[in-house]
């Protein structure tokens, strides 16, 4: 598609559950990040893909996080064990040819917000 | 963790006033980004200006990167209320990761 597409929109969870998030990337990008966004400021970079393999994953709370892209599917970022202080938007975005080419700019997706009660 | 610093954290103007936002972070650069997030939705990329570049324009926006004192500084001219948002400046580091200011939320007053 011609957007970055997140879904679910919300997504509530009580404490110690999972949660799964899903992100589909603009066709023919080459690049995925995931971002965590807290009390509107503060993006936190997490992961990010180039095609189905990890590029960057120093962001990532290994303990429970874990994301995946694998091909014909939705990218996921999966949180196990859910704790009070993941509760935040999460963002997805994609990047064309990548950074081999020169494109750097990053496409969003509109977040999904996580409330873990 | 956050290494960019935005000013204002705020700006409150008339419409048809430009507004001014700058921004600085630590690390050494590959690029500069600015993005907007309109209230609880999406970030939306707005300009990039190389390292190698000072200046760059685009419509009513004026982006300047002065890489020595590792700061960059957004200008909107002649604003409009639609230009209200929340403005991030993002840094690419030599890792190709973007590191985040924490904003300046622009109020455009009709």
């Known amino acids: 598609g011609e957007e970055v597409a997140q879904t679910p929109k919300h997504l509530v969870r009580g404490e110690g559950q999972k949660a799964k998030l899903y992100c589909a990337p603009i066709k023919g990008h080459s690049y995925v990040f995931w971002y965590q966004q807290v009390l509107k400021n503060e993006f936190k970079f997490l992961i990010s893909?180039?095609?189905?393999?990890?590029?960057?994953e120093t962001g990532m709370p290994k303990e429970r996080f874990s994301a995946k892209c694998l091909p014909n599917s939705p990218c996921s970022l999966e949180i196990q064990a859910t704790k009070l202080e993941d509760s935040a938007v999460y963002f997805c975005a994609s990047s064309p040819s990548g950074l081999a080419g020169g494109r750097y700019e990053q496409y969003f997706g509109p977040g999904t917000r996580l409330t873990v009660t | 963790s956050q290494q960019g610093e935005e000013d204002p954290q705020a700006l409150s103007i008339q419409e048809g006033e430009n507004a001014t936002m700058n921004c600085s972070y630590k690390t050494s650069i590959n690029n500069l980004q600015w993005y907007r997030q309109n209230s609880g939705r999406g970030l939306v990329h707005l300009i990039l200006?190389?390292?190698n570049e000072r200046e760059k324009h685009s419509g009513r926006l004026r982006v300047t990167l002065d890489t020595s004192k590792k700061s960059s500084s957004l200008l909107i001219t002649a604003s409009r209320a639609a230009d209200t948002a929340s403005y991030f400046c993002?840094?690419?580091?030599?890792?190709?990761?973007?590191?985040w200011g924490a904003g300046t939320k622009l109020i455009i007053k009709p």
């Open positions: 893909f180039q095609n189905e393999n990890v590029f960057d």
């Open positions: 993002a840094a690419m580091d030599s890792n190709y990761q973007l590191i």
């Open positions: 200006i190389r390292s």
